[in-house]
């Protein structure tokens, strides 16, 4: 089943007689889930009009380099970083010349070269070009660099000739651009993970809780089922759809959270423990709303249960993964806190990050985490969660295959 719930695509529109066939490919890729944002060069537009796109996709279309309205005026970089996929159809022979070039002087360019994301181009052209020794060059230098090449087509072209060039269908594409979050690194594992807070009840009304929004916890889920596995999520209260063919399991607080945990584990390979688990819980839960009769209340903690310590400790225990969520000023002090962790608690690997700054803290939809075991750490830079999550999930399916040969 083709999906692109909850991804984004960045299409881009080049000068080619398949360029109204780019209309019929926004729509197939909303019809799959996609959010789509269109940015067109100036050659395109002699082939289909910016409104046209812009009614089809529901955003703005994009064709200045250089947006006034833009945040600090750097549109291509605000692009560049929404999209998980920068998509090219039709690629021109000029375009695909000018992108192994390295070139960007325009929108469309500058944006290919500023993404950290899977491109991919749908060619279109006359089938002389098409054959051409300089394109065929041109498009093994950009399989070499990772470029997804869709196609092209064999048939009548708008020209009067016969042969390769013409651009795939627009469906083709589509199913194509969701094939490229099928990565298979986890196939054939149950996967269990964590998310979100959870809520230690004080009273009926009251309760003690932190600030996660369980994003980071949800692109992980996303994250392990592209990458094949099946997948369980066990999710604290959050204000997140749940996501498609997953099994989400909701808890409310550390101890639900913790005997469904250990309850999965038992059967998985991987387990993550992505949840901001409260660390302590009230001793006395108050079966009726306490009152506001004196200044001061004391309330008595009492510890909760480690999940990802506990699961660690399981006979048969899965992979397990950690995360540290801490307040530090340097990566040092956040390396030497999540490696004590990483100890103490006899995890495989540990997640860590620094929730003091807002713009990669709780409910930010961009992170930045440290990533540690028992013979190395890396840090990944600022990107968007969902990205992050492919990372992520990505060196994990590497560390756990590397664990495997070892035993």
């Known amino acids: 089943m083709y999906s692109l719930v909850n991804k984004r695509i960045l299409l881009g529109v080049t000068g080619g007689i398949a360029a109204y066939k780019s209309a019929e490919v926004i729509r197939r890729l909303i019809d799959l889930g996609a959010s789509v944002k269109v940015v067109m060069t100036k050659s395109a537009h002699d082939f289909i009009t910016p409104l046209t796109l812009q009614a089809l996709s529901g955003n703005p279309v994009h064709t200045k380099l250089l947006d006034t309205e833009a945040e600090a005026a750097m549109g291509h970089i605000e692009l ?4 998980d996929v920068i998509l090219i159809t039709p690629a021109s022979a000029n375009f695909i010349a000018k992108m192994v070039a390295g070139k960007a002087d325009d929108l469309l360019s500058t944006v290919c070269l500023a993404s950290c994301s899977v491109i991919a181009i749908a060619p279109s052209m006359n089938q002389a070009m098409w054959k051409n020794k300089s394109t065929q060059n041109n498009l093994t230098q950009l399989e070499n660099h990772g470029i997804k090449i869709f196609g092209p087509d064999e048939g009548s072209q708008a020209c009067g000739d016969v042969g390769p060039g013409r651009m795939i269908e627009p469906q083709d594409i589509a199913n194509l651009t969701s094939m490229l979050f099928e990565t298979g690194s986890l196939a054939g594992l149950k996967v269990v993970i964590t998310a979100g807070p959870t809520r230690e009840d004080i009273d009926p009304v009251r309760y003690i809780s932190n600030k996660s929004s369980g994003k ?48 999965e584990a038992a059967n998985c390979q991987l387990f993550i423990a992505c949840a901001a688990v409260a660390d302590y819980r009230p001793k006395q839960k108050f079966t009726k709303k306490i009152k506001k009769d004196n200044d001061l209340m004391d309330i008595s903690l009492v510890k909760n249960p480690d999940i990802a310590s506990d699961v660690s400790a399981l006979s048969n225990k899965p992979y397990t993964v950690g995360f540290a969520a801490e307040t530090q000023e340097n990566n040092e002090c956040l ?52 990205e992050l999550s492919r990372q992520l999930i990505s060196k994990i399916s590497q560390k756990i295959k590397i664990k495997n040969k070892e035993l």
């Open 335 to 386: 390396e030497k806190i999540a490696l004590e962790k990483l100890q103490r608690k006899k995890l495989d690997l540990i997640i860590a990050n620094d929730v003091s700054s807002q713009s990669i803290g709780f409910d930010s939809d961009y992170n930045s985490v440290l990533v540690i075991d028992k013979n190395s750490s890396e840090m990944f830079p600022k990107t968007r969660k969902a």
């Open 216 to 263: 980071m916890g949800y692109a992980l889920v996303d994250a392990a089922l592209e990458a094949g596995a099946e997948t369980i999520l066990i999710s604290g209260p959050v204000n997140l759809n749940p996501p498609d063919r997953a099994k989400t399991i909701y808890v409310n607080s550390a101890e639900e959270m913790h005997a469904i945990s250990i309850r």
């Open 80 to 83: 560049a970083r929404w999209a």
